[in-house]
């Protein structure tokens, strides 16, 4: 029995020869019967008739070429394959890591609870931030809680003053959710962000990130929700968000940072039990 | 053994006799030619669409012209659109995956050639069929010529009596016999990506251009299916009196809408994500850096094709939907500015600290960046609802989405012309014209792109076919065209410098840039078996495994 080719499914080339499909006529045959199949529903019935036999002596043709076995032709592959070389010998590292040739920066980060604690932390001072806004200037702490839920539920809008001083369970369960999952969201962003950051984190996290926050949500509310932008004390606002960012960040770079694994694969990292890639563990492994 | 076997000395190839060479070109399933093929037809088409918008714009220089006629204007700018989307953009985009693919995952060939022959072909019937309407276009009724009822083709204007003549049935079949290519070709690819590697090379090892390709091609074929559906329901209405947007009686052009433009978003991912696939190859090459944040990258892409199919009705705001509607696809419009982000950032990332060499590539990637960056805070911009309300259908749209297709997928297209054309001729390209090149185009692109943004700002729609003067249009218009004519003469260089680069052009080695894919491991031009034995790789830059024994990649991957 002849050796296959795994790629052709064909016979093997013989030595210093490579076996390629062999070139057809039938698709060029094939396509122009498909086109002159439509192009008789805007020209003529004669067109249609003429691409339909097109179509049929192409099909025929190509399964002629391929059954049942592939046409392919034989090539001779030429003697001198080029070398692969560079002139380039140099190679140019970063003084970062010199006990390492290369590294995956940062080489230390935050564990994932340090952006939790960070999160919950800036959460509780921009609440108290807010309250005391609603109670010192609108008289009631309720007020900042119904804007919160006004972002994503309209309706507390339209209440009118009055009842937006006032407490309304959905309101109230909506604005702890949205202010709960925010702030965890952006304290695990933080976590991971601000060791890229090493110099001054707080400045970042705490003040220039607030800032340019403050500013597109100024620049964009009047658009999106005017509405709500009509109601929006922004001196108040910017200063919640200085609030949760210096809070966040401190908590956070108080944290014990923890050095990553380099270069080792996704599945490891993420625990995945990996047969091959891992190493057994003596006496809880079952010998295969 | 069913083999004829033949022995190719290429040689001898430039003595054989022309209508012997044809027939080679004709009969051919080899994926480099069928990817020249691809290229030189989408190339053709470029020409011609690009002549159909300098008509379009020299119509519109002055306020009053009539340098074309009404019908003509409404020819030309369907027919550009039309053109540019479906003949230009993504032909040229199969034809570099038909080339690079094969080349760079260590293949023979694609997976299926011969299916691979019949999809370009069907491209290009499909193309003549469309172009064959400005003579054919009349029918029965001696109205009509080419399709005039702009590049999506909104219902009721295709309904039989208002678009009589067979001008948007040619539209209709040409679009659903290139159709079947495109589908014929991303099928293609993606088997070619999954099943051909060559050993060693895993789905983490693969070169982030096959990775896109990959995602460019599944988008095809989930986004092509809608459109040949609603081509089909278009050409039932008109033949067999379906109703399906028909409003009259009980259908919906909304629907036509909804149909085409979950085809129509995702389509400019098609042709979006294989320029992101050009600079991620190339920007790390001429910055003498590996890519930064390979894994990333690969995220990214994959999840912008997500997010990609449920963003299209952001092109239907001025429609009138719901303010849920609204509301969520703002949102998810907005979302896809996330992974592209991400994308921008690690092209920039790749450069900082580089070694980088301003070679004509690395300007058009250069261009491409900050341009498609440009083009994706505007595309932010008409993402927000009432936003879009005020400046829905204006030329300030217009300008957004020249900014992503010239500005970012063809200034890759031509980084992508520069970078592999030695590979492909085995010669090398005139830097100095290529510069020449480089700088005539991005000034006529910005005097054109830029300040179109303009006009759209001061309430002048698209397709208008001239205006009223004193609108404050006016001074806009005529540098929008003069920019158009910086550009046509950047392209006349490009065409120049390849042509003769082709025939006198210096010749070059197999690696001229000290790359790391498996392309340049093989001789320029590339025999027709690609490689004399297949590699194996260990890494995802094999050739600097090869080139750096003392430092590989493979040790850190």
């Known amino acids: 029995m002849e050796p296959m080719d795994p790629q052709l499914k064909t016979p093997a080339a013989p030595p210093g020869t490579v076996q390629l499909p062999a070139p057809t006529t039938w698709p060029i045959v094939l396509a122009f019967g498909v086109t002159l199949l439509s192009a008789g529903l805007v020209t003529s019935a004669s067109v249609s008739i003429l691409g339909a036999i097109l179509t049929l002596t192409g099909c025929v043709g190509w399964f002629r070429d391929v059954l049942p076995h592939e046409k392919h032709v034989t090539v001779r592959v030429a003697a001198e394959v080029p070398v692969v070389a560079t002139s380039r010998r140099e190679i140019a590292r970063l003084p970062i890591a010199p006990e390492l040739p290369r590294a995956l920066l940062p080489l230390e980060t935050y564990p994932i609870s340090a952006g939790i604690k960070g999160g919950l932390a800036g959460s509780g001072a921009m609440a108290i931030l807010a309250c005391l806004y609603g109670i010192l200037k609108q008289g009631s702490i309720w007020y900042p809680i119904n804007l919160l839920a006004a972002t994503v539920y309209g309706q507390s809008l339209k209440f009118g003053a009055a009842s937006l001083n006032a407490f309304h369970l959905s309101s109230f369960s909506l604005a702890v959710l949205i202010h709960l999952t925010t702030s965890l969201l952006v304290g695990l962003l933080y976590g991971a962000m601000l060791p890229m950051f090493p110099r001054r984190p707080i400045l970042l996290g705490g003040v220039i990130a607030p800032i340019f926050w403050t500013g597109l949500i100024h620049s964009v509310l009047g658009l999106i929700n005017p509405l709500l932008d009509e109601r929006i004390d922004w001196r108040w606002f910017i200063a919640s968000q200085f609030a949760f960012g210096i809070v966040a960040g401190l908590v956070v770079v108080r944290q014990a940072r923890v050095r990553i694994r380099q270069f080792v694969p996704f599945v490891m990292r993420a625990g995945i039990e990996t047969p091959g890639m891992m190493a057994e563990k003596p006496g809880k492994d079952r010998p295969r | 053994m069913s083999s004829d076997s033949i022995a190719l000395n290429p040689a001898l190839e430039s003595t054989r006799p022309i209508g012997d060479r044809l027939h080679d070109w004709v009969t051919t399933v080899d994926h480099k030619k069928l990817g020249i093929l691809y290229i030189l037809y989408a190339l053709v088409f470029l020409v ?158 693969m070169p982030l251009l096959a990775w896109m390709n990959l995602v460019m091609a599944a988008l095809v074929l989930l986004a092509i299916s809608p459109l040949t559906a609603a081509q089909i329901m278009l050409s039932l209405d008109r033949y067999l009196g379906a109703h399906f947007f028909d409003t009259q009686a009980g259908g919906s052009a909304v629907i036509w809408m909804h149909f085409f433009w979950i085809f129509g978003h995702p389509e400019v991912y098609v042709l979006v994500i294989p320029a992101f696939a050009f600079a991620s190859e190339i920007i790390p090459v001429f910055s003498r850096k590996p890519i930064f944040g390979y894994p990333v990258m690969v995220a990214a892409t994959v999840a912008i094709g997500f997010v990609s199919f449920t963003v ?27 992974p592209t982000g991400i994308k921008i950032f690690n092209w920039i990332g790749t450069m900082w600290g580089g070694k980088i060499e301003f070679k004509t590539p690395m300007l058009f990637c250069i261009g491409f960046l900050f341009q498609f960056l440009i083009a994706g805070l505007t595309g932010i911009m008409l993402a927000v609802a009432p936003f879009d309300w005020q400046l829905g259908n204006s030329y300030f749209v217009v300008a957004h989405f020249h900014y992503v297709i010239v500005g970012a997928i063809l200034f890759a297209l031509f980084a992508a012309f520069y970078y592999w054309f030695p590979k492909m001729s085995g010669r090398m390209y005139n830097e100095r014209l290529g510069k020449w090149h480089f700088w005539l185009f991005l000034i006529g692109f910005h005097l054109t792109f830029d300040f179109m943004h303009i006009p759209g700002l001061l309430g002048m729609p698209r397709r208008i076919y001239t205006y009223e003067p004193g609108r404050g249009w006016d001074i806009w218009n005529l540098i929008i065209t003069v920019g158009v004519f910086f550009q046509a003469a950047g392209i006349l260089l490009f065409v120049c410098n390849l042509l003769w680069s082709r025939i006198k052009g210096p010749v070059c080695t197999s690696d001229p840039w000290d790359a790391w894919t498996l392309e340049w491991s093989t001789s320029s031009p590339p025999p027709e078996y690609n490689f004399a034995a297949i590699p194996v790789v260990r890494s995802r830059r094999p050739l600097w495994d090869i080139k750096h024994p003392e430092d590989p990649d493979w040790k850190y991957e």
């Open chain 2, 48 to 205: 011609i669409g690009g002549i159909e918008a300098t008509i379009m714009r020299i119509q519109l220089i002055v306020p009053h012209n009539h340098f074309v006629s009404p019908q003509v204007f409404n020819e030309m700018f369907t027919m550009h659109g039309t053109t540019m989307i479906f003949f230009v953009a993504m032909p040229i985009m199969f034809g570099f995956a038909n080339y690079l693919l094969p080349l760079m995952i260590g293949a023979r060939d694609m997976a299926f050639p011969r299916l691979n022959a019949w999809s370009f072909w069907l491209a290009a019937f499909g193309g003549l069929l469309l172009y064959f309407s400005f003579i054919g276009g009349n029918g029965l009724y001696g109205a009509g010529g080419a399709p005039d009822v702009g590049w999506f083709a909104y219902a009721p204007l295709t309904a039989r009596v208002f678009s009589i003549g067979h001008s948007t049935d040619f539209w209709t079949l040409g679009l659903l016999v290139s159709g079947i290519g495109s589908i014929g070709t991303a099928a293609n690819i993606a088997a070619t990506v999954l099943c051909l590697r060559c050993p060693g090379m895993t789905l983490g090892k």
């Open chain 2, 312 to 338: 299209w009705a952001h092109h239907m705001f001025t429609v009138g939907m719901s303010s849920y509607a609204n509301s969520f696809f703002t949102i998810s419009t907005m979302i896809v500015g996330v």
